[in-house]
């Protein structure tokens, strides 16, 4: 029977495969261009499969509330790494708001719809809006969530990929803002800090995992300096 470290981990794995679920687009046979639309787009009403988008979406943030309750179990007993964990459940609360709310239509391809946002009233309507909103503080607490969780941890690799991950969802973040005001692009942006989360969330179930069962954390250990060691010896 699984630890609930180890259950914790497991759980770390189904959130970051559900969290990327837009990847299926194709399956789903979504109209959509990939560039362009937002991925919430593939939840607005009349979208193919837009019901299977929204339940991975929930599904995927009741994963990432359960990892945050075990995350604690695997990681230094320190404020920072119990901040972490908090903003991790934020992550998890704002992905099922993010989910259980849908966009009405589909701006990058409904003229009609893009017009309405576009104009002054349309968005300060969307920043009114509770998918809007949750949105933004999801992305927001799981960047802090990376470099709390990373630089509090003692192992170097899950360290490197929670600070680089959380720097790059950080920069697009960035990025994103003059795409958004000229219409540009703004979907690969998005996309790529889905990802990148995604990528984090399958390192910490990793880590947990291997937190959980010694002989794992051993043989991570062990793989690393012979990494290092070719390294080295390749430099010289």
């Known amino acids: 029977m699984l630890s609930l470290g180890a259950s914790g981990g497991v759980l770390a794995w189904c959130a970051a495969a559900t969290y990327s679920s837009f990847l299926l687009a194709g399956w789903a ?16 009403t009349g979208q193919p499969h837009h019901l299977f ?6 599904l995927s943030g009741i994963a990432i509330l359960a990892v945050a309750a075990l ?25 099922i708001a993010d989910g259980a709310t849908q966009m009405a239509c589909a701006p990058s391809i409904d003229v009609v719809c893009r017009d309405q946002e576009e104009s002054v009233h349309g968005l300060r309507a969307q920043l009114a809006q509770l998918h809007t909103v ?7 607490a799981a960047t802090s ?11 170097r690799v899950f360290r490197l990929v929670s600070i680089g991950c959380g720097l790059g969802v950080a920069s697009l ?16 942006g998005e996309r790529g800090r889905i990802l990148l989360i995604s990528l984090w969330l399958a390192a910490l179930g990793a880590r947990m995992l291997a937190h959980s069962f010694p002989p794992l954390r051993l043989r991570s250990v062990w793989w690393w300096r012979n990494v290092r060691a070719g390294a080295l010896v390749s430099d010289g």
């Not at 046979?29 to 607005?44: D, G, I, M, R």
């Not at 949750?134 to 927001?140: H, N, T, V």
């Not at 969530?145 to 192992?155: D, P, V």
């Open 134 to 140: 949750s949105g933004l503080i999801g992305f927001a």
């Open 173 to 188: 973040g960035l990025i994103d803002i003059p795409l958004l005001l000229t219409n540009s692009v703004i979907g690969l």
């Open 29 to 44: 046979h979504s109209p959509l261009p990939a560039t362009t639309s937002l991925v919430s787009e593939l939840e607005a």
């Open 71 to 95: 995350c604690t179990r695997c990681l230094p007993p320190t404020t920072r790494a119990r901040s972490g964990c908090v903003l991790l459940a934020v992550l998890g609360i704002a992905t």
């Open 145 to 155: 969530a990376m470099l709390l969780i990373g630089t509090a941890t003692e192992t």
């Open 53 to 58: 988008f929204r339940l991975t979406g929930v």
